[in-house]
């Protein structure tokens, strides 16, 4: 497999340097991504696929269920490395529908470590258990769990001390909320941006 994996990596380099003979030389000369990317581990959700964009145009952290922790120092020392050295413009929290870390988390069942890793998810379970109830399938209560989600981290991200500085300093920096379709290939916006705006708001109430 790792004999076919690199067999793919060679015609893949084959093929863009043929289509593009600069390509390698550009992109190892400068990183300069105007996205950061928060999202799912899962396979099946390449934020530079999924995205439409190139390599060198997203800069991406991912995570089982795309779980913003305000303790997770990987995902901090990323996302500070995106605003503070990158400058990127805009920052994606993206979840996806079927994602199974929210299963997981739905789930009365043992999963170890992962148990205290999906904990915020549960703690939303409960907290819009209300509001999940209205959907009749299981399928769709985990789906809006999943979006509930996203929307949580976003907000988690506008708290960190990172984009609080960057908004004091004048960053026109936005954070946005996707979930993508695994059955379509779609992302849908939840509408949940964070930016300047909102900050400055809180700060004057």
């Known amino acids: 497999m790792l004999n076919d994996l690199l067999a793919r990596n060679q015609e893949w380099s084959k093929q863009r340097h043929a289509e593009e003979s600069d390509y390698f030389t550009r992109l190892a000369a400068l990183q300069a991504p105007e996205f950061f990317w928060i999202g799912c581990s899962d396979s099946r959700v390449p934020a530079n696929v999924v995205a439409g964009l190139d390599p060198g145009e997203v800069f991406v952290h991912r995570n089982v269920a795309n779980i913003v922790h305000s303790s997770d120092m990987n995902l901090l020392s990323a996302l500070e490395f ?15 529908y079927g994602c ?6 739905t789930e009365d069942l043992p999963q170890s470590l992962a148990d205290h890793w999906l904990e915020p998810i549960r703690r939303l379970a409960r907290s819009y258990a209300v509001d999940l109830a209205q959907q009749p399938e299981i399928e769709a209560r985990r789906d809006r769990l999943a979006e509930l989600n996203v929307v949580e981290g976003v907000w988690r991200v506008c708290e960190t001390p990172i984009l609080q500085r960057a908004w004091r300093r004048g960053a026109n920096l936005r954070v946005h909320g996707l979930i993508y379709g695994l059955k379509d290939g779609r992302l849908r916006d939840l509408d ?14």
């Open 82 to 96: 995106a605003v503070e050295a990158l400058k990127v413009r805009e920052i994606i929290v993206c979840g996806h």
């Open 100 to 105: 199974g870390g929210v299963k997981a988390a």
């Open 192 to 205: 949940c941006s964070g930016g300047p705006g909102h900050f400055q708001k809180e700060v004057a109430e």
